[in-house]
């Protein structure tokens, strides 16, 4: 089982993620872009495009190496996060092209999109601009759809996201 949660930031992904770790007995691969944030001690949209760029190139590799290290995974972001983020560079058909290569339309198995519900909490690191987390949204949103990939959308309280989580998986497993 790959699954892969994508969304905006500040929709709670990682909310979810924690909470379902208390139900999945799978290994659960922690956003990477906040990591790479702290060390690089940069947001994104404070980078020039040059930089974005590299940004979002090493981020798509990371992500890479943590999925292929475990058969089975739950992912708080996954490749089509970096696609949204990287959608408005002059190399994002790059980007596109190592997703596609990747098998980005077949690398996992549940793909669980979470639209904006929740007033948008700014933190350190990531942007508290709320226009640019709804552009964040409607990009994925597209990339999804025009990649034709197969998701489920999860809305509700944590507590209400997790039973459909669960549910949607234990429905799968069945099958």
């Not at 943590?66 to 959608?87: H, K, P, T, V």
């Not at 596609?100 to 996992?108: F, L, S, V």
């Amino acid at each position: 089982m790959k699954i892969c949660f994508t969304s905006s930031h500040g929709c709670g992904k990682t909310t979810l993620c924690q909470e379902l770790t208390k139900h999945l007995d799978i290994p659960y691969i922690k956003e990477i872009a906040r990591t790479e944030i702290i060390r690089t001690g940069k947001l994104p949209y404070e980078m020039t495009k040059k930089e974005r760029f590299k940004f979002q190139k090493r981020l798509f590799e990371l992500q890479l190496i943590a999925e292929s290290q475990n058969q089975s995974f739950m992912s708080d972001r996954g490749l089509f996060d970096i696609l949204a983020y990287s959608y408005d560079l002059p190399e994002y058909p790059y980007l596109l092209e190592m997703a596609k290569q990747a098998n980005i339309t077949g690398r996992y198995s549940h793909i669980f999109y979470i639209p904006i519900e929740f007033h948008l909490e700014g933190d350190a690191q990531r942007s508290s601009d709320i226009d640019y987390q709804k552009e964040i949204d409607n990009r994925l949103v597209n990339i999804l759809e025009s990649l034709d990939i197969c998701y489920f959308k999860i809305t509700g309280t944590v507590q209400e996201r997790v039973e459909k989580v669960t549910s949607t998986l234990k429905l799968f497993d069945h099958n």
